[in-house]
C-alpha cells in the first residue's frame, strides 16, 4: 500500500493531534496570538495569580518604605548642624563661618561621591551599598559625640557626607520601577528629614545641649541600617556589565548638565538655605530661636509635599507638560525669593517662605526620573552624575550663607539667589527647546 500523504497514516492517534495543532499555530496570525496572550495575562492577574500580585504590590511598596527611611536619614544631616549653628559656635567657640564649614565639608563629599555611588550600585546592586552608607552616617554621628574642636568634626562630616551621598542615590534607583512617584515618595522623604531637623533641633538644644545634631543622626541612621538590612528586595539587580561614573553615561551626558543646573538650584533653594534659615530668621529678629525654627522648617516642608506631588503629576503625561512644569516652579521659587529680599514682617516673610518651599520641590521627580531614563544600561552613573552637579551648587551656597549671614547680608543673599533661578529657568526653557527640536 502506499504511504498516506503526509505520513500521517502511519502515526497513532496522539501524533497526529499534534501535527494538526502544530499546522494550526503555525498558520494563526501573530497579531492574535500575542492579543490572547494578553488577555490570558489579564485574566491570571485578576483570578488566578491575585495573590501573587498582591505580594508583588507588597514587595514595591516594601522598597519604597524603605528607601524613604533612609531618605529621612540623609534628610537629617544635611540641615541638622545649621539648624542649631549658634549653639555649636558657642559650644566650639568658633565663628559661624567656622560652623558653616561643618556644612561645606559633608556637602563636598555628598556632591563628589554620588557619581561613584552610583556606579557602584550599577555593579553590586542597591542594598549592600545602602548598608554601607548608613553604616558611615552611624559612624560619624558617634564620633562627632566624643570629639572636640572644629576641625576634627569637619573631618567626620566629610564620612556624613559620603554616607549621605550614596544613600540618596541608593534610595533613588530602589524605586526606580516606580518611576517618578517613587522618585517624589524619596525627595518628600529627604526633605522630611531636613525639615525634622531644623523644626526640632533648637528644642532638641535644651534637652542635649550642643550634642542635638549628632544625638539624632545616631537614631536615624541606626532606623536607615535595619531598613537596608531586612529589605531583602532593595531594588532591581544591576542589568550587568560594568556602571562607570561619569564615562558610562556616554554621549547623552551633555544633555544631563541642564537637570543638574536644575536640581543644583531646587538644593540651594530648600536644602542650603534651610540649613541657615532658622539662624537667618533668628538673626533678622521677626521670631526667637524655636519659633524660628519651627517658621524656617516651612522652606523644606513645603518640599514634603510637593516632591511627591511632582512625581504624581508628570506621570503618564507628555514631555511638554514636565517642562512646563519644572519652568512654572523655578518661576514661583524666584518669586518666593524675591518676596524674602524685601519683607520685614512675619507675616509676609512666612508667606515667601511657604512660596519657595513649595515651589522648589516640585521638578525633583522629574528631574530624577529623566536622568534614569535617558542612560537605562546604567542608570546609576546617570542619577549619580546629575546628583553631583546638582549637589555642587549647594556645596557653594552653604560655603557662602555663613559669612554672608555674619555680615548681616541676608537680604542681599535673597535677591542673588532671585536672579540664579531666574537664570536657571532660561537654560532650562532654551536647552529643552532645543531638545525637542
Avoid: K
Amino acid at each position: 500500500m502506499d504511504e498516506p500523504a503526509h505520513g500521517v497514516g502511519s502515526r497513532s492517534g496522539h501524533e497526529r493531534i499534534v501535527a494538526a495543532a502544530s499546522r494550526v499555530v503555525a498558520s494563526y496570525p501573530s497579531d492574535r496570538w500575542r492579543y490572547l496572550q494578553g488577555r490570558a495575562r489579564a485574566v491570571c492577574g485578576t483570578s488566578v495569580c491575585g495573590a501573587q500580585d498582591r505580594r508583588v504590590r507588597a514587595s514595591a511598596w516594601g522598597n519604597v518604605t524603605a528607601a524613604c527611611v533612609v531618605s529621612v536619614a540623609a534628610g537629617w544631616n544635611i540641615t541638622a548642624v545649621g539648624a542649631v549653628a549658634d549653639p555649636l559656635a558657642a559650644h566650639y567657640d568658633a565663628s559661624l563661618s567656622a560652623i558653616g564649614l561643618l556644612g561645606s565639608a559633608l556637602w563636598s563629599t555628598h556632591a563628589l561621591l554620588q557619581a561613584p555611588a552610583g556606579a557602584l550600585v550599577d555593579r553590586v546592586g542597591a542594598r549592600p551599598v545602602a548598608a554601607g552608607a548608613a553604616g558611615l552616617l552611624l559612624a560619624g554621628n558617634l564620633a562627632a559625640l566624643l570629639v572636640e574642636g572644629v576641625a576634627a568634626v569637619a573631618l567626620l562630616r566629610l564620612l556624613t557626607g559620603a554616607g549621605c551621598g550614596a544613600t540618596m542615590v541608593c534610595a533613588s534607583l530602589r524605586v526606580r520601577a516606580a518611576g517618578a512617584r517613587g522618585q517624589g515618595a524619596v525627595g518628600g522623604a529627604v526633605s522630611a528629614g531636613g525639615a525634622l531637623a531644623v523644626a526640632t533641633g533648637p528644642a532638641l538644644v535644651d534637652v542635649v545641649g550642643w550634642r542635638a545634631p549628632y544625638v539624632g543622626g545616631v537614631v536615624l541612621a541606626v532606623l536607615a541600617l535595619v531598613a537596608a538590612l531586612t529589605d531583602r528586595r532593595a531594588g532591581p539587580r544591576p542589568a550587568g556589565g560594568r556602571g562607570r561614573a561619569v564615562a558610562g553615561i556616554g554621549p547623552g551626558r551633555r544633555a544631563l548638565l541642564p537637570l543638574g543646573a536644575v536640581l543644583g538650584i531646587t538644593i540651594v533653594l530648600s536644602f542650603s538655605l534651610g540649613n541657615w534659615i532658622a539662624t537667618i530668621l533668628d538673626r533678622v529678629g521677626a521670631f526667637g530661636p524655636v519659633a524660628a525654627g519651627v517658621a524656617g522648617a516651612t522652606v523644606l516642608a513645603g518640599s514634603v509635599l510637593t516632591r511627591p506631588l511632582g512625581g504624581v503629576l508628570v506621570t503618564g503625561r507628555p514631555r511638554g507638560f514636565a517642562r512646563g512644569l519644572v519652568l512654572g516652579a523655578l518661576v514661583a521659587a524666584a518669586s518666593g525669593a524675591a518676596l524674602l529680599s524685601v519683607a520685614s514682617s512675619p507675616e509676609l516673610l512666612v508667606v515667601a517662605m511657604v512660596t519657595l518651599g513649595l515651589a522648589a520641590g516640585l521638578p525633583f521627580a522629574a528631574v530624577v526620573d529623566a536622568a534614569a531614563r535617558r542612560s537605562p544600561a546604567t542608570p546609576g552613573a546617570a542619577v549619580g552624575f546629575v546628583g553631583t552637579t546638582g549637589t555642587l551648587g549647594g556645596l557653594v551656597a552653604i560655603a557662602a550663607l555663613g559669612p554672608a549671614v555674619e555680615a548681616g547680608a541676608v537680604r542681599e543673599v535673597f535677591a542673588a539667589l532671585t536672579v540664579l533661578t531666574l537664570g536657571v529657568a532660561v537654560l532650562f526653557a532654551h536647552t529643552s527647546r532645543a531638545s525637542a527640536r
